[in-house]
């Protein structure tokens, strides 16, 4: 079967101007390279280090923002590509959330896990990420709270929160703390 590639953000969120982020690209693949897109432009070709590769975006301005796509190539053909990744320039002008883990954050598979995202700014939608992934989790509008029932081995991770006003402006927190779940 053809290779699959994710792609995803390192560390996620929306990222301040001026700020920086690894987009990375991994593939269960053996040798070949990464094309790298934004929208339809071709951006870079990216040598694999493993199975694994990284563009780095820093000094982040409006231009970086957008959707990007990885393509895995054997020999100049395109064997797979991966789902797009958004990336988000907004000035983070609302103050940091505190993330928590409840009960802790070392717990046994199968059992049930909170995320709390707390936000000193009211009337906020907060999202969580976990490394790695590319989609975010949206929490609970009143608590800020995201549930995890019969956690398993691949939910262990490095997660973090983010917060953002619901008006017309919509205003961008700095992101959390970051914390490991481990899953034994």
Same mark, same amino acid.
């Given at each position: 079967?053809?290779?699959?590639?994710?792609?995803? /953000?390192? +560390?996620? *969120?929306?990222?301040? +101007?001026?700020?920086?982020?690894?987009?990375?690209c991994i593939c269960q693949c053996s040798y070949g390279s990464f094309m790298l897109y934004k929208g339809s432009r071709r951006l870079h070709t990216l040598e694999l280090s493993g199975s694994r590769a990284?563009?780095?975006?820093? &000094?982040?301005?409006? &231009?970086?923002?957008? $959707?990007?796509?990885?393509?895995?190539?054997? *020999?100049?053909?395109?064997?797979?590509?991966?789902?797009? %990744?958004?990336?988000?320039?907004?000035?983070?002008?609302? +103050?940091?959330?505190?993330?928590?883990? %409840?009960?802790?954050?070392?717990?046994?598979?199968?059992?049930? #896990?909170?995320?709390?995202?707390?936000?000193?700014?009211?009337? $906020? #939608?907060?999202?969580?990420?976990?490394?790695?992934?590319?989609?975010?989790?949206?929490?609970?509008?009143? /608590?800020?709270?995201?549930?995890?029932?019969?956690?398993?081995?691949?939910?262990?991770?490095?997660?973090?929160?983010?917060?953002?006003?619901?008006?017309?402006?919509?205003?961008?927190?700095?992101?959390?703390?970051?914390?490991?779940?481990?899953?034994?």
């Open positions: 079967g053809a290779p699959t590639i994710s792609i995803f /953000q390192k +560390p996620p *969120g929306v990222i301040p +101007p001026g700020g920086s982020t690894t987009i990375c990284e563009f780095s975006i820093s &000094n982040a301005t409006d &231009n970086d923002r957008g $959707t990007y796509i990885c393509h895995y190539l054997e *020999g100049g053909t395109v064997l797979a590509r991966s789902n797009e %990744l958004e990336i988000s320039v907004e000035e983070l002008r609302l +103050p940091r959330p505190d993330l928590s883990i %409840l009960p802790g954050h070392e717990v046994t598979a199968g059992a049930d #896990v909170m995320f709390r995202c707390t936000s000193a700014h009211p009337s $906020t #939608v907060c999202y969580l990420y976990l490394e790695g992934h590319t989609r975010a989790q949206l929490l609970s509008r009143e /608590q800020g709270d995201y549930n995890l029932s019969h956690v398993q081995k691949g939910d262990s991770g490095r997660y973090s929160c983010q917060c953002s006003t619901l008006n017309a402006s919509r205003e961008w927190s700095a992101i959390s703390n970051t914390l490991d779940l481990v899953v034994r």
